[in-house]
């Protein structure tokens, strides 16, 4: 069993930058490809970044190429997604999953979210 725990979230106006951070316990972290997606009210969830277990490999999704930026910390069991230039429509609920698979749609463990609200 994997337990995340997400934070950083806040309100922050367009232009800001923010860092999330997602702190897991349990079974072993690097184990574990790390992923953020995030849900905007009213839309579907959707991936937003990916890293895998040595942090060797990353991948983004289209509209945050740039801005957006995994890393994660295995001595700390930590992942982090910093973020820059924020948009309005970054505004949402962000979510780290973990996985045995990298890049997976459907990772094993979630965290209960944190709201990134961006005010223009």
């Known amino acids: 069993q994997v337990q995340l725990v997400e934070s950083g979230g806040g309100l922050v106006q367009a232009g800001g930058s923010l860092r999330l951070s997602c702190a897991a316990s349990g079974r072993t972290f690097s184990t574990y490809a790390m992923g953020w997606f995030r849900q905007a009210p009213g839309k579907e969830r959707e991936f937003v970044a990916a890293i895998s277990g040595s942090a060797y490999t990353t991948d983004y999704a289209d509209s945050v190429k740039g801005r957006f930026t995994i890393s994660r910390d295995n001595a700390k069991n930590t992942v982090y997604l910093q973020i820059t230039n924020l948009k309005p429509e970054d505004t949402a609920v962000y979510y780290c999953?973990?996985?045995?698979?990298?890049?997976?749609?459907?990772?094993?463990?979630w965290g209960q979210g944190t709201q990134v609200t961006v005010s223009s």
């Open positions: 999953a973990a996985s045995l698979i990298y890049r997976s749609e459907n990772p094993d463990y």
